[in-house]
């Protein structure tokens, strides 16, 4: 099914008349009963303003970047809209295209077979990236393994460019609210795989996924993958500032790299933050991950009994082509040794106010 | 300085009370006389590093964010109930009876200790297997 | 202690982790995240005063309400250590040491001096 993503970009402290933007936004999500949801709390980052924010101080981590998403057809997401820039003030939305692959329970057999002829042709031609977004619960089981384990594995086993499993902290799943309670087991609460990869090998993976996972929902994205384990595979998308209809264009670039990913001694991820917070790039943020892998090693996480911290750091920036372009330099030569590097294509808007609405 | 709630506060405010109140209650029951090892004092700093690694990984990692909890739990309860203004007096009194061996001993024992705690607690709440 | 004492360890108590809270966010609001001097400050600090309590030779309710409780709630051990470790997992092992020894030795100083000062006047 094809769908829009809408992802917004914002502070955890952000506010709406007392109450926080994050659950006021998965509210009017829930209100409007839209298929997928998934609330992501960042690690460290920066906006236009360029202040950091970071967990690594207790009194700086006040104010962490945390990234919502909402997944549905094109006229939900656009029904909603006019709720949603109603209360966002600040910060950036983006809204990109994605192919939804879901067994809902009352799917057909017939119609999982048109799920992958669907991937297959959004599939495009060959030398196109894909980026896959699989969803599980945070206890969910493959076997007698954690789903997510299980997932990596066979990613990493089909030769994809790499996985990385998020944890979210809320959502919202074929209309059920998933929100991490204090007290609670928090079974449901959804974990999204974010692969990357080849076309073919991606729309090979589709159906297996389907085969093993209870509820499969899956969602299915076009990247270019630029870097992998310092080799320079393609350069970012070249995007003129604006389309036939004047309307800005945006760039998504995704570093996926290992927390104990070094350069020149000094942590990656944190190097690549400090370096465009220096220059003039619009924001980043940087997105803890659980598990995965990013290049030819196998999938990892923390160990138990660890000083460093091995789970694989998401740093995402969205920018200008132009400042793209820029920090994509930077970036090259930061991930001269590890790293995944992505660049997609998002129209984005800057939300300022309802009346506002500069780029759809 | 970020915009500050007044929940926030209230919510610090309680937590700072009932901090203060633990360690001032275990302070008086496990009393030491002056010039023993502060087993009070020492005792407290490690749990309550204990407690705030557990409360601050799991609310900044695990659950969304929540106005009062890390407020209450982190800069209110575990901020108020650690000490380390009473340590370095309790440390300055060993250095003053020139009980340098105790003194260093002291010091670095209840860091080494709370940054155990610190390390277990985390850990705990990240273990990738079984995830809450 | 009275009823009315240990009223004051939880008013003075709140009050303190208040001050910190507000100290520490002035502070690394301009500090920046290189070490965690919002906190090295507010401990400085606190320790400063009760060193200076501990030389005036206050003692009683009083010293317990503006030491234990409202010093004792201002400064933290437990901050201190959280931060040591995360900088520690972020590879910045000579950071972490600096901010153990440098807390430690401004600690103790802090006391000394203000006990110091508060002999003498």
Not at chain 1, 73 to 94: F, N, Y
Not at chain 1, 186 to 214: Q, Y
Request: glycine residues 10%; charged residues 20%.
């Amino acid at each position: 099914m094809q769908c829009v993503k809408l992802t917004t970009y914002f502070g955890e402290r952000d506010r709406v008349d007392g109450r926080l933007l994050a659950d006021e936004l998965l509210a009017i999500y829930e209100r409007r009963g839209v298929r997928l949801s998934t609330l992501f709390r960042g690690a460290e980052g920066f906006g236009r303003l360029h202040h950091l924010h970071t967990e690594r101080l207790l009194t700086l981590s006040e104010d962490l970047p945390v990234i919502a998403t909402a997944l549905d057809s094109p006229e939900r997401i656009e029904a909603l809209l006019t709720d949603v820039l109603a209360i966002k003030r600040r910060g950036l939305m983006t809204l990109e295209r994605a192919l939804l692959l879901g067994a809902a329970a009352d799917e057909q057999r017939s119609e999982r077979r048109d799920t992958f002829a669907n991937a297959l042709a959004f599939a495009g031609g060959a030398g196109h990236g894909r980026k896959l977004t699989i969803q599980v619960g945070r206890r969910e089981r493959v076997g007698n393994r954690p789903a997510f384990v299980a997932v990596c594995e066979l990613l990493h086993e089909r030769g994809l460019a790499g996985a990385s499993v998020l944890l979210g902290v809320d959502g919202l799943r074929e209309g059920r609210r998933t929100r991490a309670r204090f007290i609670a087991r928090n079974a449901d609460v959804p974990m999204s795989i974010v692969a990357v990869g080849a076309a073919e090998p991606i729309a090979a993976l589709v159906p297996e996924l389907a085969r093993i996972l209870r509820e499969p929902l899956i969602t299915l994205e076009r990247v270019r993958i630029c870097k992998r384990d310092g080799e320079l595979l393609e350069q970012p998308h070249a995007l003129a500032a604006a389309d036939e209809q004047g309307r800005a264009a945006w760039q998504k670039l995704t570093v996926y790299s290992s927390h104990d990913a070094t350069h020149d001694g000094r942590s990656l991820h944190l190097e690549i933050v400090r370096r465009m917070r220096a220059g003039d790039a619009a924001g980043v943020t940087c997105v803890n991950g659980m598990w995965g892998f990013h290049g030819a090693h196998a999938p990892h996480g923390d160990r138990l009994l660890q000083l460093r911290r091995h789970v694989p750091v998401l740093t995402i920036a969205i920018d200008s082509p132009e400042k793209a372009a820029r920090s994509f330099v930077l970036i090259d030569e930061l991930t001269r040794e590890h790293g995944l590097v992505t660049s997609e294509v998002v129209p984005a808007m800057q939300a300022l106010s309802a009346n506002e609405l500069s780029a759809r | 300085m970020p915009d500050l709630d007044r929940r926030e506060i209230a919510a610090i405010f309680l937590g700072g009370a009932l901090g203060s109140l633990l360690r001032m209650w275990l302070g008086r029951t496990f009393a030491t006389g002056a010039g023993d090892w502060p087993w009070a004092t020492f005792t407290i700093n490690v749990t309550g590093s204990f407690a705030l690694a557990y409360f601050a990984t799991r609310l900044q990692e695990r659950l969304p964010r929540s106005i009062y909890r890390r407020p209450l739990l982190g800069t209110g309860f575990c901020g108020a109930y650690t000490t380390f203004s009473t340590m370095q007096v309790e440390t300055l009194q060993m250095i003053d009876d020139d009980r340098y061996a105790l003194a260093a001993t002291y010091a670095l024992t209840s860091v080494l200790a709370g940054l155990v705690a610190i390390w277990i607690a985390t850990a705990l709440v990240r273990r990738v297997r079984i995830i809450a | 202690m009275s009823v009315w004492t240990w009223l004051g360890v939880a008013l003075l108590g709140g009050v303190g982790a208040n001050a910190r809270f507000l100290i520490d966010g002035l502070i690394s609001a301009r500090a920046g995240a290189a070490l965690p001097f919002g906190t090295l400050v507010v401990n400085a600090s606190g320790s400063l005063v009760l060193g200076l309590l501990t030389g005036v030779a206050l003692s009683g309710d009083a010293l317990v309400l503006a030491g234990t409780a409202t010093l004792g709630s201002y400064t933290t051990f437990s901050t201190w250590m959280l931060e040591t470790h995360r900088l520690g997992e972020d590879a910045r092992a000579r950071a972490a040491l600096l901010n153990i020894a440098v807390g430690l030795a401004v600690g103790v100083a802090a006391a000394a001096l203000g006990r110091t000062i508060g002999a003498h006047a």
